[in-house]
């Protein structure tokens, strides 16, 4: 299949070229004779969201494969290709059922590749609590706040057949050091619901993390003579951070004041969506919590607290670049590449070049997706 006449993001920007696929992945030419034509649109790799909770309806914590494959169909025709879904704060107990289930899950795409005209591909797991500050809980269930322990991981990581990629922590907590020097050989280490200050950030940082969950959000704020994990993360060009852009987490000047700070090589994009994305208004649930939605907004009926956003990744682009103004060729790459480089899929994710599975969306210049192409094969 070949895609004509679309203006291609390669290597930070657009440039009119064609792209060809050989029916799994981006090649030099292809001789199916199938043709796309994309005249007076844009032609993007493939979104890949590496933190949300669920959409749909479902939500990844349900444990089970029917809900992952009903959020996998939800993303794919959302432009999500790929998917990395993220854990809740649960017992072990749970998280085992959830590591199961997303190994069954990922064991039947894999041997179906069928599936994948249909589905987001799973890439991964985010194991987001329970190795969290309960002050800094947000919408995380404090039942199961647990202390940082490696063990515990390694358990899980077993059960998901190596699926977790990404496992978060918060830095001051006993043992949180230890934690991080033991496992990030393993997975990858983010600074998430936390309270730690600069100094300890920065320690964990130095120790090997290398990412920070929801800049802004579950951690304490950046200020002039106290700087905390944000101005720690800025410090450390080693480390990633990840940005909700959903109009409600973070304010529009805060997004493009963040790209000054960062810059394009260093943010990515999450939706951190949860079940009632893509459904009206109404009570749904966060990690066993009820939550209320109410136009883009969900919050925990208990206590108030923001709890997710109801927003796909998609959206969450395009109102970066339509809303906070920033260039489209910067704020696709942060949707994109940053996040394959990340969780390391970049051998085969995240951009338009031979040898990579040919995932892309074709979209017009007012954001309407036109086309999905997953492993070279059309959605739409």
């Not at 990858?188 to 300890?200: G, I, K, N, Q």
């Not at 997706?369 to 059309?378: A, L």
Request: net charge negative; proline share 4%; glycine share 8%.
């Amino acid at each position: 299949m070949k895609i004509l006449n679309g203006k291609v993001f390669e290597n930070g920007k657009f440039v009119e070229k064609e792209v060809a696929t050989d029916g799994s992945f981006f090649a030099a030419d292809s001789g199916d004779g199938k043709e796309i034509d994309a005249a007076g649109c844009y032609v993007i790799p493939g979104l890949i969201d590496i933190h949300f909770h669920g959409c749909a309806g479902v939500d990844f914590c349900d444990g089970t494969v029917e809900a992952m494959r009903h959020m996998a169909e939800y993303e794919l025709q959302n432009g999500i290709t790929s998917i990395h879904p993220a854990t809740m704060t649960l017992s072990e107990e749970e998280l085992t059922t959830i590591s199961k289930a997303a190994k069954t899950f990922h064991e039947e795409q894999k041997a179906d590749e069928t599936l994948l005209t249909k589905e987001a591909e799973l890439v991964g797991i985010y194991m987001e609590g329970p190795f969290i500050s309960m002050e800094k809980k947000g919408a995380q269930n404090p039942l199961y706040v647990h202390k940082p322990d490696a063990e515990m991981f390694r358990r899980l990581q077993k059960e998901a057949d190596g699926l977790y990629r990404v496992c978060v922590v918060a830095p001051e907590e006993p043992g949180a050091m230890e934690f991080i020097d033991s496992v990030k050989g393993e997975v990858r280490v983010s600074v998430a619901h936390t309270t730690a200050d600069y100094d300890t950030a920065k320690e964990a940082f130095e120790h090997g993390a290398r990412q920070v969950t929801h800049l802004y959000n579950a951690m304490p704020p950046f200020t002039h003579r106290a700087p905390g994990v944000i101005g720690a993360a800025c410090d450390n060009e080693n480390v990633m951070v990840e940005m909700i852009c959903d109009g409600v987490h973070l304010h529009p000047s805060t997004i493009r004041t963040s790209f000054k700070m960062f810059g394009k090589d260093r943010i990515i994009l999450i939706s951190d969506s949860m079940m009632a994305t893509g459904k009206p208004d109404g009570i749904y649930s966060l990690g066993g919590q009820e939550v209320q939605v109410h136009g883009n907004k969900a919050t925990l009926t208990v206590d108030g607290a923001i709890a997710g956003s109801v927003t796909n990744l998609f959206n969450c682009m395009k109102f970066t670049v339509k809303e906070a103004g920033l260039p489209f060729e910067e704020v696709v790459a942060c949707a994109t590449e940053n996040p394959a480089k990340a969780v390391g899929l970049w051998e085969k994710y995240g951009s338009i070049d031979n040898g990579k599975y040919a995932d892309c969306v074709i979209v017009d210049e007012d954001f309407n997706i036109r086309q999905i192409v997953k492993h070279g094969k059309t959605v739409l």
